[in-house]
């Protein structure tokens, strides 16, 4: 399937009741989701009873329970799918393409060549990417909500990443960038931006330069990372387009492993 792009993160077109639809390609969520203008020009219907309450990197919003009847990954057709309709979607997407959809494949993304690939989930926990140019895998540890953490080193210091490919950039919790040698001084002399978020409320960001981010084995020579209050579930970083879309990576959400390319195709 070809990706579009969104700055560094990756969008890819879902048939929804036989019309397109751009999804957000989001490891960073354990659901997947609708905007409301998006659902009422898709024809799905939401409960509009109690709320659902759905945590982001911005805080808690209000979401509601739908069904899609029919939804088609490059021609892989699911029916039934359950998902929540959130009305604080940013408005240049449709939804997102959260991990309960993506569990169900193997997940090639290739957002160097704009490609993404699903395959049928494989039974096996041994199985490797069939790829010809040599890889490694990332050591990560699966939460129960299927987030994939793996550990990271910013600048000598040791942390633990949320491994996110909704997030444009990568975000280092503000405790950890203060442990970094981050000063109050340096914070307030970058001016504060609001960056989305997808529970709607947007999140609040400075940027800061480091010496090096190290993520498996890959070295990132000074980065500029955004700096913010995340909220816990994101550990210490947000490890977003900076790192995971400059490389070809493969999601096997079901078993809860992560391969990533350490040189080009051929």
Known sequence: MPLQLLGTVPLVTADINGQAASLVLDTGSNVTMLSGIAAKRLGVAWDEGAPLPITGAGGTADAFAATIPSLALGGDETSDVEVLVAQGLPPMIDGVLGIDVLTDYEVDLDVPHRRLVLYRARPCPDALPPWPMPFTRLPVDQQQSGHLLTPAELDGRPLLGLLDTGAAGTVIRLAAARDAGVTEAALRADPTQRAYSLDGNG???????????????????????????????????VIGGDYLATRRVWFSLSTGQVFVATADQP
């Open 203 to 237: 999140i609040a960001v400075h940027q800061q330069r480091f010496e090096t981010l190290k993520i498996g084995a890959a070295v990132l020579e000074q980065p500029v990372l955004y700096v913010a209050d995340l909220p816990p579930f994101a550990e210490d970083l």
